[in-house]
């Protein structure tokens, strides 16, 4: 059984910081990618930000890029968000997933068949 748990998420007001984490275990777990997706009430799950785990550029969406940054940690399968300048636009759940099959784009939701259970961010204005 595959776990990804996340934690760090909370109620920070806008201009705050935030550090997000997400650990994965599990029997024989071996992963390809790992990424953070938020999805705000009323709206589709987006891609927030992905890592490959054989090295390369991580990816960030467009609307995140300079204010948020994903990272390894030195624990294998461990992976963090460390999120800059919030604004109330960023609150959402935020989830953690992971790619076992050794392909797809990081930023599309089908590459990832792990998740975790979501963490609440809420930017106060």
């Known amino acids: 059984q595959v776990q990804l748990v996340e934690s760090g998420g909370g109620l920070v007001q806008a201009g705050g910081s935030l550090r997000l984490s997400c650990a994965a275990s599990?029997?024989?777990?071996?992963?390809?990618?790992m990424a953070w997706f938020r999805q705000a009430p009323g709206k589709e799950r987006e891609f927030v930000a992905g890592?490959?785990?054989?090295?390369?550029?991580?990816l960030s969406a467009d609307s995140v890029k300079g204010r948020f940054t994903i990272s390894r940690g030195d624990a294998k399968y461990m992976v963090y968000l460390e999120m800059n300048s919030l604004k109330p636009e960023d609150t959402a759940v935020y989830y953690c997933?992971?790619?076992?099959?050794?392909?797809?784009?990081?930023?599309?939701?089908?590459?990832?068949?792990?998740w975790g259970q979501g963490t609440q961010v809420t930017v106060s204005s």
């Open positions: 997933a992971a790619n076992t099959m050794s392909f797809g784009r990081l930023s599309e939701t089908p590459s990832y068949d792990y």
């Open positions: 890592i490959r785990w054989s090295g390369g550029i991580p």
């Open positions: 599990g029997r024989a777990f071996s992963s390809y990618a």
